[in-house]
């Protein structure tokens, strides 16, 4: 039996609320195959610890994650509490640099049945093949440099960054992606580079790297597209893509418009992959207006953990770990597809305690 170490960051407003059942489902997955288990390690950070101790994201947190097999990270930030020059707290995004993750992955997944806001125009078969990934870039574009913007009087500048090093890794991640995709879901894999080549110098170099590294990987086709018509053309034929990578800027805000086609950022999980590390969370924000009553959604968080055992299963060629991912997905797909308890967000009355207890029915845990 293999026993993987997970560090915990468990957030603010709902996020430890949604971070106590995806620790309780993993524990029960491991117990049900035998063939691994997990030691969790809870450690502080986010914005009520930086509240009390002046520190959002602790040198001795970052070093036990960096010691960690994976990362678990719930919710961060609280509007009503940020550092002296009036922004939010970003812990979520400075473990990103400090552990180099530069592969930030976006699944935009609609399960039979499921409420969204595409179901006026499409009907439920057509809906289910919506199934594709957004990789961002995490630690470079126009987020490399945020904490260095200088605004005068007269004006504010900020620095966009893409570097080779950083985009050909992220080219090759995301083609070994679509790869794996290929395989597991028998199509043909193929890769979209998200840009604005036709007026950014930046980006016109970073289109010329992806078609350099598209070379190695001769069974992925390839195409591009500008950044704005990607934002009319992910409503308007959702089914069409397969994997899309893009800036650091262009994925967060795609990321959204992704969440919002699945009808909820309830639903949306992420990960941050760097060669070594890989955090998951979901990529919703902390809802400190509902925190402590029960109300959120905890799917995001959970599917974020089913990713992390994917990600596991592939660095320690473990398919246990993957049959596990694959019973959580097919237990949330079966309560999307029944849509008798769903969380107010996703149209429902359901509490937290509600879709946890649903859910492990669907998954006989």
Same mark, same amino acid.
């Given at each position: 039996?293999?026993?993987?170490?997970?560090?915990?960051?468990?957030?603010? #407003?709902?996020?430890?609320?949604?971070? !106590?059942?995806?620790?309780?489902?993993?524990?029960?997955?491991?117990?049900?195959?035998?063939?691994?288990?997990?030691?969790?390690?809870?450690?502080?950070?986010?914005?009520?610890?930086?509240?009390?101790?002046?520190?959002?994201?602790?040198?001795? &947190?970052?070093?036990?994650?960096?010691?960690?097999?994976?990362?678990?990270?719930?919710?961060?930030?609280?509007?009503?509490? %940020?550092?002296?020059?009036?922004?939010?707290?970003?812990?979520?995004?400075?473990? %990103?640099?400090?552990? #180099?993750?530069? !592969?930030?992955?976006?699944?935009?997944?609609?399960?039979?049945?499921?409420?969204?806001?595409?179901?006026?125009?499409?009907?439920?078969?057509?809906?289910?093949?919506?199934?594709?990934?957004?990789? @961002?870039? &995490?630690?470079?574009? =126009?987020?490399?440099?945020?904490?260095?913007?200088?605004?005068?009087?007269?004006?504010? /500048?900020?620095?966009? @960054?893409?570097?080779?090093?950083?985009?050909?890794? =992220?080219?090759?991640?995301?083609?070994?992606?679509?790869?794996?995709?290929? $395989? @597991?879901?028998?199509?043909?894999? %193929?890769?979209?580079?998200?840009?604005?080549?036709?007026?950014? @110098?930046?980006?016109?170099?970073?289109? &010329?790297?992806?078609?350099?590294?598209?070379?190695?990987?001769?069974?992925? !086709? /390839?195409?591009?597209?500008?950044?704005?018509?990607?934002?009319?053309?992910?409503?308007?034929?959702?089914?069409?893509?397969?994997?899309?990578?893009?800036?650091?800027?262009?994925?967060?805000?795609?990321?959204?418009?992704?969440?919002? =086609?699945?009808?909820?950022?309830?639903?949306?999980? &992420?990960?941050?992959?760097?060669?070594?590390?890989?955090?998951?969370?979901?990529?919703?924000?902390?809802?400190?207006?509902?925190?402590?009553?029960?109300?959120?959604?905890?799917?995001?968080?959970?599917?974020?953990?089913?990713?992390?055992?994917?990600?596991?299963?592939?660095?320690? $060629?473990?398919?246990?770990?993957?049959?596990?991912?694959?019973?959580?997905?097919?237990?949330?797909?079966?309560?999307?597809?029944?849509? /008798?308890?769903?969380?107010?967000?996703?149209?429902?009355?359901? /509490?937290?305690?509600?879709?946890?207890?649903? =859910? %492990?029915?669907?998954?006989?845990?």
């Amino acid at each position: 039996m293999t026993d993987f170490q997970i560090a915990v960051f468990d957030g603010d #407003g709902i996020g430890p609320e949604i971070m !106590a059942p995806t620790i309780d489902l993993l524990s029960d997955l491991a117990a049900a195959s035998g063939e691994f288990s997990f030691q969790f390690k809870h450690l502080p950070a986010g914005a009520a610890h930086y509240a009390v101790s002046g520190d959002a994201l602790p040198a001795a &947190s970052i070093s036990a994650a960096r010691a960690a097999d994976a990362i678990l990270l719930s919710a961060m930030g609280l509007p009503d509490i %940020r550092k002296p020059d009036g922004t939010e707290l970003t812990p979520q995004i400075d473990i %990103r640099f400090e552990l #180099g993750l530069y !592969a930030g992955v976006r699944p935009v997944k609609i399960w039979p049945g499921q409420p969204t806001p595409l179901s006026a125009a499409w009907n439920d078969q057509k809906l289910s093949e919506v199934d594709f990934v957004l990789v @961002r870039e &995490s630690t470079e574009g =126009l987020f490399a440099h945020m904490h260095e913007g200088v605004v005068t009087e007269t004006h504010a /500048t900020e620095t966009l @960054r893409i570097t080779r090093a950083t985009s050909e890794k =992220l080219f090759d991640f995301s083609f070994k992606l679509a790869q794996q995709r290929a $395989a @597991r879901l028998g199509r043909p894999g %193929r890769v979209t580079c998200v840009d604005k080549a036709n007026v950014f @110098r930046s980006f016109a170099f970073f289109r &010329s790297i992806f078609e350099e590294r598209a070379k190695a990987f001769p069974d992925i !086709a /390839t195409d591009a597209a500008y950044v704005d018509a990607m934002a009319m053309w992910m409503v308007q034929k959702p089914r069409a893509w397969d994997v899309m990578v893009t800036e650091n800027m262009f994925g967060d805000i795609l990321s959204d418009l992704g969440a919002a =086609l699945m009808g909820s950022l309830g639903l949306a999980p &992420s990960a941050d992959i760097g060669d070594n590390h890989a955090v998951f969370q979901p990529c919703h924000g902390s809802a400190p207006d509902i925190a402590g009553k029960g109300l959120a959604n905890p799917l995001a968080m959970i599917l974020s953990a089913a990713m992390m055992l994917d990600w596991l299963a592939d660095k320690h $060629a473990e398919p246990a770990l993957a049959q596990a991912a694959r019973k959580v997905e097919t237990g949330i797909g079966a309560l999307l597809k029944d849509g /008798t308890v769903l969380t107010g967000d996703l149209g429902g009355t359901a /509490t937290l305690a509600d879709i946890v207890t649903a =859910l %492990r029915g669907h998954m006989a845990l």
